[in-house]
């Protein structure tokens, strides 16, 4: 699928179970490195993130295999060091096989990363992280190789709590010698899951979900059976296209805590809100246009940079002015310059983002400049009266499974070209 046509205005309502977490699932899959024999993680997406992610692991050694939800991966042998170039290319992610791979082989090898165009993504603090767990590492030509005689366990504190950075180090030390102190860590859900998946695998942690974590480097983790849980960035996508069109939404699978940010955002601009943290539940029902709003973007638990362009189209149908500060990817606007052809005024100045909305917006053809990016522009199309093409959707596969087949549950009139 490489365009979607989306007929807008459909009334929205009905219900989403919600995919696995890409974000979660990636540095799981890293982390599978650091045990020898088959591990089992279920309610996997079938993502193109994923499929790069087993193709990296499979270049390693490692046999995987995704089938129904349920990825298994082999890792009893590990017979090379080098992550190939091409992938590294394709998804940023990649970096996260460092530490593992360090922590396994003595030894990675890896490029500069790429993945979605949002600027500037050094890995220094991935770097220094290792570095202070013993790791020597060189730099030449774009190629970073990584090398240990045997990492150990040392007090570590982020400039900035990076999240990939934060499952690296982690991911290195959980088998480094003695005890790892990490500071300034990043606190996303994600983060917490990993700890959870190690433990599972026999790692020794504490705090997690805390600022600070640590811990007690084992010998060797084992495998292990893990069942991911679900996409808080797909399932808030969802709940702003119902919010934006006057639906009426649930989405499955989630604990409602890990979208409260957004969540009472959503409160502030006029939706109804009901959390079921028991049933895993949230539903957004919103009975007229909602109203212009202010967020700025940042760390768990501040408002998450990956709703921000979903957001960005929230607010291109507001009632009044919006505006939104992006803190975290100095280039993740890119939505925002495709969103004016649906009609919106939108201002860019820096960092900050200010949005005159109007409801129903212009149908428009455009391509997906990224991943959220992608799915800010379905939602808009959702919300203009008319056909609307957006193109490019290989960005928006990146991260979610089946975006018509979703948006078909709840009454979209979509359908991939
Ligand atoms: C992860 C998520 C991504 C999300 C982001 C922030 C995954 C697979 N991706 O990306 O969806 O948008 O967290 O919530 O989980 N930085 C440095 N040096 C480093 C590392 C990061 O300067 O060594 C900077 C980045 O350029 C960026 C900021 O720190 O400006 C945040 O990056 P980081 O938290 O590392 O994001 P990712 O792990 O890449």
């Not at 490692?62 to 017979?79: E, I, N």
């Not at 082989?105 to 993504?121: D, F, I, N, Q, S």
């Not at 709590?161 to 860590?185: F, K, R």
Request: hydrophobic share 45%; net charge neutral.
């Amino acid at each position: 699928m490489s365009a979607i046509e989306v007929r807008g205005l459909s009334p929205l309502n009905g219900k989403i179970e919600i995919q696995g977490s890409k974000n979660a699932v990636l540095p799981m899959m890293a982390a599978t490195l650091l045990a020898r024999g088959l591990t089992v993680i279920r309610h996997v997406p079938a993502i193109a993130d994923v499929f790069c992610m087993i193709e990296i692991l499979r270049s390693l050694g490692c046999v995987c295999q995704l089938a129904k939800g349920v990825l298994t991966v082999d890792s009893s042998v590990v017979d090379s060091v080098r992550i190939p170039e091409g992938f590294v290319g394709k998804m940023r992610s990649s970096v996260m096989v460092l530490g593992p791979l360090l922590a396994r082989m003595g030894e990675a090898v890896t490029y500069y990363p790429g993945g979605c165009v949002l600027g500037k993504r050094p890995i220094d603090i991935h770097l220094k992280a290792l570095e202070s767990l013993g790791a020597e590492t060189y730099e030449a030509g774009g190629m970073i190789l990584a090398r240990s005689n045997g990492l150990k366990g040392n007090r570590i504190i982020f400039r900035f709590p990076s999240v990939g950075a934060t499952e690296n180090a982690l991911m290195a030390a959980v088998t480094a010698e003695g005890t790892t102190v990490l500071s300034n860590c990043a606190r996303e859900p994600e983060i917490v899951e990993l700890c959870a998946f190690l433990t599972a695998m026999g790692a020794r942690i504490e705090h997690a979900g805390e600022s600070e974590l640590v811990i007690q480097g084992v010998r060797m983790l084992h495998p292990c059976e893990f069942s991911l849980g679900a996409d808080r960035i797909c399932a808030g996508t969802y709940l702003t296209a119902a919010l934006m069109v006057s639906g009426d939404v649930v989405v499955s699978g989630l604990n409602p805590e890990y979208l409260d940010g957004p969540l009472r955002l959503m409160e502030r601009m006029g939706a109804v809100v009901q959390r079921n943290a028991k049933a895993r539940e949230i539903r957004v029902t919103a009975k007229e246009r909602p109203c212009g709003f202010e967020t700025v973007t940042g760390p768990y638990p501040a408002f998450p940079t990956d709703l921000q362009s979903p957001f960005l189209a929230a607010a291109a149908v507001a009632r009044g002015e919006s505006r939104i500060e992006e803190t975290v990817f100095e280039a993740r606007f890119a939505a925002a310059l495709r969103l004016r052809d649906f009609g919106a005024v939108i201002r860019l100045s820096g960092c900050t983002a200010q949005v005159e909305g109007r409801y129903p917006l212009f149908p428009a053809i455009v391509r997906a400049p990224d991943l959220r990016g992608g799915a800010a522009l379905i939602l808009a199309a959702l919300a203009a009266e008319g056909a609307s093409v957006i193109d490019g959707c290989e960005h928006i596969e990146r991260g979610y499974e089946d975006i018509c087949r979703d948006l078909l549950q709840i009454g979209a009139d979509v359908r991939p070209l």
